[in-house]
T-cell receptor, first 117, second 111 residues
């Protein structure tokens, strides 16, 4: 398996523009997570899906952020409009089902480095 | 506030020495995981320890868990320059939810 795939790897945009980050999870994994990593705030969980359904989006910072998972093999994280403070590395991760309340190993993608000017 | 917090924030050792990193958390957990991140890369899972386990080994890694003290430690024995990375602990709650990463320990292994 190719692992979790994210695109683009780098994105530079201007303030006010819409940004769309993409993720393809590992085939067969039914949990998908979006994280944001910055020096100041560390690694933050933004939202996660189970079987394509958003389960917890309490980490999404503002209404400018939205995430979708139209099918089991694809998810997007959209920021509209983008702001300089959104600059960060955004990671997608996937995992197998959580049996008996046990959190399974998460497999991370390489990340998308977003710079908003 | 964050569930898991590692200390020290940064650690610098010589190749061949052992490295110990600690993680403390606040509420009851279901399990605790350790991840590693090389600069500019995604996180890689190292080891998972369940709340009913006290110690686990994987190669040069040894993880302990003390639920009474709400703490865990990661020991890397006979460190190598290639072990240079940031190490994170991650915890969930009793329901397997609220998965949270700590701020990480930055380990530098000098040749």
């Amino acid at each position: 398996d190719a692992g979790v795939i994210q695109s683009p790897r780098h994105e530079v945009t201007e303030m006010g523009q819409e940004v769309t980050l993409r993720c393809k999870p590992i085939s067969g994994h039914d949990y998908l997570f979006w994280y944001r990593q910055t020096m100041m705030r560390g690694l933050e969980l933004l939202i996660y899906f189970n079987n394509n359904v958003p389960i917890d989006d309490s980490g999404m910072p503002e209404d400018r952020f939205s995430a979708k998972m139209p099918n089991a093999s694809f998810s997007t994280l959209k920021i509209q409009p983008s702001e300089p403070r959104d600059s960060a590395v955004y990671f997608c991760a996937s995992s197998l089902g959580r049996g008996s309340g046990v959190t399974d190993t998460q497999y991370f993608g390489p990340g998308t480095r977003l710079t908003v000017l | 506030s964050q569930q898991g917090e590692e200390d020290p924030q940064a650690l610098s050792i010589q190749e061949g020495e052992n490295a110990t990193m600690n993680c403390s958390y606040k509420t009851s957990i279901n399990n605790l995981q350790w991840y590693r991140q090389n600069s500019g890369r995604g996180l890689v899972h190292l080891i998972l320890i369940r709340s009913n386990e006290r110690e686990k080994h994987s190669g040069r890694l040894r993880v302990t868990l003390d639920t009474s003290k709400k703490s865990s430690s990661l020991l890397i024995t006979a460190s190598r320059a290639a072990d240079t990375a940031s190490y994170f602990c991650a915890t969930d709650d009793n329901y397997g939810q609220n998965f949270v990463f700590g701020p990480g320990t930055r380990l530098s292994v000098l040749p």
